[in-house]
């Protein structure tokens, strides 16, 4: 059994470009959270997709956006970055609406 | 808006004593109460959870109090180790609201030898 992988690692980004991030949600899982942890704070919640869909969105703007798969992996998507959003992004997964989340390493993004 | 409040922001204990760890909360709705532990660069990792039907749940070296009244849980860290040396992050969820989390802002957990 795979656990929650995530890509890249690391990635530097100049303001107002735009990102890509991803996941790969372990064997089975079909729910996929993203976070947003900012250094030295507790990870925020920005939205989960079930099934394809989003299921439930935090208090993050449009420019936020994601995509989950058929396989179930899910991709973050981030537009006009600000310096705001240099964080750790991390991608969690959970096996139906069940409560435990399973979290990859995260990718740490910096905006320049 | 901080529904989940976490202290002490930082913490250190000594070998072999007792880490306790607090954490309040606003939402009453909440009916799932987890603990995470975080290494510098790794992602969150669950520790233990509890629900409101309980007010106390042991693993190991690790227990969560709970008290449904006054909106608050614990996490108690017995014969604390180096090892635990990391960032501990308390986190409340509802059921309706799927397996969306709310975290604490962590707390610094170092364990001198």
């Known amino acids: 059994e795979t656990g929650v992988t995530q890509s890249p690692t690391h990635l530097i980004k100049t303001r107002g470009q735009q990102v890509t991030l991803r996941c790969s949600s372990q064997s089975g899982h079909n729910t996929v959270s993203w976070y947003q942890q900012a250094l030295g704070q507790g990870p925020q919640f920005i939205f989960q997709y079930y099934r394809e869909e989003e299921n439930g969105r935090g208090n993050f703007p449009p420019r936020f956006s994601g995509l989950q798969f058929p396989n179930y992996s899910s991709e973050l998507n981030v537009n006009a970055l600000e310096l705001d959003d240099s964080a750790l992004y991390l991608c969690?997964?959970?096996?139906?609406?069940?409560?435990?989340?399973?979290f990859g390493p995260g990718t740490r993004l910096t905006v320049l | 808006q901080q529904q989940v409040k976490q202290s002490p922001q930082s913490l250190i204990v000594q070998k072999g004593g007792i880490s306790i760890i607090n954490c309040a909360y606003e939402n009453t709705a909440f009916d799932y109460f987890p603990w995470y532990q975080q290494f510098p660069g790794k992602g969150p990792a669950l520790l233990i959870a509890i629900r409101p039907d309980v007010s106390e749940k042991k693993e190991g070296r690790f227990t969560i109090s709970f008290n449904k009244s006054a909106k608050q849980f614990s996490l108690h860290i017995m014969d604390s180790q180096p090892g635990d040396s990391a960032t501990y992050f308390c986190?409340?969820?509802?059921?309706?609201?799927?397996?969306?989390?709310?975290f604490g802002e962590g707390t610094q957990l170092t364990v001198n030898p």
């Open positions: 986190a409340a969820s509802e059921e309706t609201s799927g397996s969306r989390l709310t």
């Open positions: 969690a997964s959970t096996l139906g609406q069940g409560d435990e989340q399973f």
